[in-house]
């Protein structure tokens, strides 16, 4: 079955404590990225990569890191997490950034991350 | 300006109505755009797509792309209590390397 997963699902965690939300899809898809959706704001881009090595900043990268090693898996790093990054976090792939025009990216299920 | 704009909501609408979702946005270069339901506290899934302007018809669902007044709408005919959801507008322009999404019209389908 063509999934998105991702790994913890809940998270409640301290301030300044470093995690990592996994991402993992099975689908031989080049381009992932990471989303977090908060209250009146919408699905917000924080890092994609184009693909294995090749990542860049969205709309709201600060806190965060990302790396690509493998085509398959895009971990999220958040090194010293604040109280603002609580969110839902989304990871999202597509076959190429090309798709767009035509199809569109696979979510994975969400991590609702609370930093306290 | 919001690159892509939505009406909050919440729409209500009388189970077997017509619900109608609409989104504007401001890139007039924007290739392609797309609608996605989402229940509370799950992922975005894909209703429909569309990059020509006028209608597509999907089983209940209409979208209708208006590029020269750069708005697109979501047509629900014969609406259900299960179509109540968040519905987001997302648009792909071809020059950034995501979809860039509105915050969402929240669909309420009453009995």
């Known amino acids: 079955e063509a999934q998105v997963t991702q790994n913890p699902r809940y998270l409640i965690t301290v301030t300044g404590k470093k995690l990592t939300v996994t991402c993992s899809q099975n689908m031989n898809h080049e381009y992932m990225s990471w989303y977090r959706q908060d209250p009146g704001l919408g699905l917000r881009q924080i890092y994609y990569?184009?693909?294995?090595?090749?990542?860049d900043k969205g709309d709201v990268p600060e806190g965060y890191k990302v790396s690509r090693k493998e085509k398959r898996n895009f971990p999220l790093i958040l090194e010293s997490p604040s109280p603002n990054q609580t969110s839902l976090y989304f990871c999202a792939s597509s076959l190429t950034l090309a798709d767009f025009n035509t199809d569109t990216q696979y979510f994975g299920p969400g991590t609702r991350l609370t930093v306290l | 300006q919001k690159e892509v704009e939505q009406n909050s909501g919440p729409l209500s609408v009388p189970e077997g109505a017509i619900a109608s979702l609409n989104c504007t946005y401001s890139?007039?270069?924007?290739?392609?755009f797309f609608w996605y339901r989402q229940y509370s506290g799950k992922s975005p899934e894909l209703i429909m797509f569309i990059y020509s302007n006028g209608d597509k018809e999907d089983g209940r669902f209409t979208a209708q792309l208006n590029k020269a007044s750069q708005y697109v709408s979501l047509l629900i005919r014969d609406s259900q209590p299960s179509d109540s959801a968040t519905y987001l507008c997302a648009i792909y322009t071809g020059t950034a390397s995501k979809l860039t999404f509105g915050t969402g019209t929240r669909l309420q389908v009453t009995l």
């Open positions: 990569s184009m693909n294995v090595e090749v990542t």
């Open positions: 890139d007039r270069g924007s290739q392609s």
